[in-house]
């Protein structure tokens, strides 16, 4: 019997989205299994590319119908690992998700795989103990490595390496080759002494107040230290540094950044409460799911505060006791570092956590610590959701209406859609938990799919906060141009009296501060794209969020030279200006995407707000999740419905989540709470049952609306996106296909467009858009893939196709 390897390439194109059928060298037979990478020679001028096993045929049977000769196959020239880096699951699931998502193989496969598996990396084998074979002992240096990748190894010693690794006594590990993939911090070593410093300050001219500033950051502190603790001081900029390293008063040096932030901070151990009925109820259901290894889907409906994560963790126990593991998503960790403390304070180090803000390195520890079943719960953000755990017993999605579970760029995948396919290979429940669930969630919960479990009350009975709407409108007959309706002032007023803290929320989304001419109503956009240049103060330019053009910020109109330019819009800076203004002896944190981009702002900001050190905490959209501080009594939202007028079918319940996630962030403890939203649709149904926290009612009102406009869930979504650097072949493109998929499709599939999307050119690129909405149409897979594949034929033209997609604009 001859074997062959089926190899998925690393040539991500249509034409070669198949596996390849390769000859395995008789040195490597026992050695190639399903799951472990290669490399071949691949095309007319065999051209090495990296691929993936993901099977093994035997060539005397399996090829005669592929006619396909033993001699014309190509051996595998190399094996990149000795044991597999996916396992049987994963390898299923990548052609699953493939399937569903229209990507091709081998960006799921990679998708799958740590940074450090997937970029062109250098391997080393590291011993972790003595090895008691000479012969293999000898292969490795002082420092007890093995450069794997170039030494050349012989069958046996390929073998018995794989068995030490598989034991244990050997492990990989990976120099990643591209630098851009390494954390790296900027550190400054002061070049002078004392009395240099001394000499320099009083040698400066009275307006080098720049260089003055730098000269007294070195005086305080002559030992390195990190740039961004320089950069505290706002009025130091990184280009007055690198100016400083010019006139040699100091040196930059890139530093790795090694740990995770959450691993060094103490954790407090817990342990299990005494639940309430409720939620009894619902650990009792879940794991007699867990017991019996039923992938029962569970949606666990319960308002903030009503003790979800404890129903989590004492489900995660039982899996544990029965020798299982649990993969728990989250949002997005950097926002929600209550959770991963919590998880840790239960279960302690054997928690993995992954996250985004790990470094290569960093993740392939932890996706190691996983696979040798070191670390047994992980917790994680979206792609977390591909952990090689095995034996999953219990999987969770907290905050399951989140958008960020929703993969915007290829493949994109719903990492709630592969948690189900999971459950099911794994037989395991699945908890999804939310306070305001996804119309799609709890619709399917009412029709018996899913099981719905709820926690009605808070814990302690604590009410809710009251939620006070204030109409704006009446607000811009009288203080014109404020932020702040006089209700909300005065109550901040009353907190910063009391010392009691208030967190201020200014929703974003939609929305930004752009310029505009007052004479002749010029907007300043982008060059590359038809999108409004949006103003940052930080950096004093005009910023396009798409692409990243930056520029000056005008003084005079481009387009007829006036003076007269107004910035509209509210942005947090401005806000906090006003706020300067208006409550001059207030404190005030300023949280959002401008002050927390470097590594663990925000988590620093979040603690320093706990600590009690300001007295408002002023952010966008992310200070709404997780936070959990007793001195809050006092929540105020500026702008309620920025989001309301956006084109996208689920901005009212977008807008509803929002605003009851964060009334739900007042009043956690034994003080009283209150909640002030401002608005400019005080009647709009969206706000009016986020005031009453009434969300089975916005649910109603909501699947009513859905159902008349014939929109999820009583509709399946799909949209088909068309650019071209040429407006008019996207629109002719388009324009054809909807008349091709009108005749390939059923009557009862409603074909909308095509449309220019909203932001009609990014980068220089033209969009179009289709979008269908349909109930049952088992001709829709092979359709688009018809469509994908045809499109590889025209130049320049790029089609991509989003299932379900949740972003519109
Ligand atoms: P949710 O996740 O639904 O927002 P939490 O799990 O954060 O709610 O619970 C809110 C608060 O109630 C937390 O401080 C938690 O420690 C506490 N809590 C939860 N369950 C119990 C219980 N059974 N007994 C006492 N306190 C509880
Ligand atoms: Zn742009
Ligand atoms: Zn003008």
């Not at 249509?14 to 290669?38: E, H, K, S």
């Not at 390496?161 to 990643?176: I, P, S």
């Not at 977008?654 to 909640?675: H, I, M, N, P």
């Not at 629109?731 to 390939?744: G, I, N, T, Y």
Request: charged share 25%; aromatic share 6%; glycine share 4%.
């Amino acid at each position: 019997m001859t074997q062959a390897a089926q190899i998925i390439v690393d040539v991500p194109t249509m034409q070669t989205n198949r596996p390849y059928t390769y000859m395995i060298p008789t040195d490597l037979v026992d050695a190639v299994v399903p799951g472990v990478r290669v490399s071949v020679p691949f095309g007319k001028g065999d051209r090495e590319v990296g691929g993936m096993v993901v099977g093994l045929i035997n060539i005397d049977q399996d090829l005669e119908h592929d006619a396909v000769y033993q001699g014309d196959l190509k051996p595998i020239t190399r094996l990149l690992d000795l044991v597999p880096v996916l396992n049987e699951e994963l390898l299923a699931l990548s052609d699953w998700l493939a399937q569903q998502t229209f990507a091709f193989r081998i960006s799921t496969i990679q998708t799958m795989l740590p940074t450090a598996l997937k970029t062109a990396s250098h391997k080393w084998l590291v011993a972790d103990q003595a090895i008691d074979n000479d012969e293999l002992a000898r292969l490795f240096d002082a420092q007890g490595r093995l450069d794997f990748t170039a030494t050349t190894l012989s069958e046996s010693q390929v073998k018995a390496l794989a068995r030490l690794q598989r034991l244990g006594v050997v492990h990989a590990t990976y120099q990643v080759n591209n630098r851009a993939q390494v954390k790296t911090n900027t550190w400054v070593t002061s070049q002078l002494n004392e009395a240099q410093v001394t000499e320099k300050l009083a040698s400066l001219r009275a307006n080098a107040t720049k260089q003055r500033r730098v000269l007294l950051a070195l005086s305080r502190q002559v030992a390195p230290q990190p740039l961004a603790e320089l950069l505290t001081d706002a009025r130091l900029t990184r280009a007055d540094f690198t100016a400083a390293a010019q006139r040699g008063w100091v040196k930059m040096t890139e530093k790795e950044v090694y740990r995770d932030p959450f691993a060094q901070s103490e954790v407090e151990q817990t342990t299990s409460m005494m639940l309430q009925p409720d939620q009894q109820q619902a650990v009792t259901a879940i794991s007699q799911a867990i017991t019996a290894n039923q992938a029962t889907t569970f949606l666990l409906e319960g308002v903030t505060g009503s003790g979800k994560t404890e129903v989590y963790l004492q489900s995660i126990a039982k899996a544990l006791a029965q020798q299982q593991t649990a993969l728990m998503l989250v949002p997005e960790i950097a926002l929600t570092p209550q959770m991963v403390k919590r998880v840790r304070g239960r279960f302690g180090a054997q928690v993995a956590v992954l996250h985004s803000g790990l470094s290569a390195g960093e993740k392939y520890d932890e996706w190691r610590r996983i696979e040798r079943h070191e670390a047994t719960v992980v917790v994680g953000a979206r792609s977390a959701a591909f952990a090689p755990l095995d034996d999953l017993g219990l999987i969770i999605m907290d905050e399951e209406h989140e958008t960020s579970y929703k993969q915007s760029d290829n493949p994109r995948y719903q990492a709630r859609d592969v948690l189900l396919w999971r459950a099911k290979w794994h037989n395991a429940p699945v908890i999804l938990g939310s306070a305001t669930p996804s119309l799609e969630s709890r619709a399917r919960a009412e029709r018996g799919v899913y099981r719905h479990l709820m926690l009605p009350k808070r814990i302690n009975q604590r009410p809710l906060p009251p939620v006070q709407i204030i109409d704006m409108r009446e607000q811009l007959k009288t203080r014109q141009e404020s932020n702040f309706s006089a209700a909300l002032l005065t109550a901040l007023k009353q907190r910063l009296e009391r010392g009691e803290q208030s967190v201020l929320m200014l929703n974003r989304r939609g929305f930004s501060s752009f310029m505009m001419c007052r004479d002749c109503g010029f907007v300043l956009k982008c060059p590359n794209c038809d999108n409004t240049l949006v103003l940052h103060m930080d950096s004093h330019t005009m910023r396009c969020h798409y692409c990243g053009h930056e520029e000056a910020i005008p003084r005079r109109c481009p387009n007829c030279h006036s003076k007269r330019i107004s910035y509209y819009g509210t942005g947090t800076e401005k806000v906090a200006a006003e706020l300067k203004q208006l409550l001059p002896t207030a404190r005030v944190i300023r949280m959002d995407v401008d002050t927390t981009r470097r590594k663990g702002m925000h988590e620093k900001m979040l603690a320093a707000f706990g600590r009690r050190e300001a007295d408002i905490l002023l952010g966008t959209q992310m200070i709404a999740k997780g936070l959990d501080y007793p001195d809050v009594t006092l929540v105020g939202v500026l702008n309620a419905d920025t989001a309301l007028g956006l084109p996208d079918f689920r901005a009212s319940e977008r807008t509803f989540q929002l605003l009851t996630q964060v009334s739900g962030r007042a009043g956690r403890a034994d003080k009283a709470g209150e909640v002030m939203i401002q608005t400019f649709n005080p009647d709009h149904y969206a706000i009016q049952l986020a005031q009453q926290q009434d969300y089975e009612r916005f649910f109603r009102v909501e699947m009513n609306l859905r159902h008349l406009g014939n929109y999820p869930p009583y509709f399946y979504t799909a949209l088909i996106s068309a650019s071209d650097q040429d407006e008019n072949t996207a629109a002719k493109k388009m324009f054809e296909l909807a008349d091709w998929l009108k005749q390939r499709l059923s009557s009862s599939t409603i074909i909308l467009g095509p449309t220019p999307r909203p932001i009609a050119r990014i980068k220089n690129r033209y969009y179009y858009q289709i979008f269908l909405k349909y109930k049952q149409e088992p001709q829709l897979h092979d359709a688009l893939m018809q469509i994908l594949e045809e499109s590889q034929h025209l130049r320049g033209l790029q089609i991509s196709i989003d299932m379900e997609p949740q972003n519109f604009v």
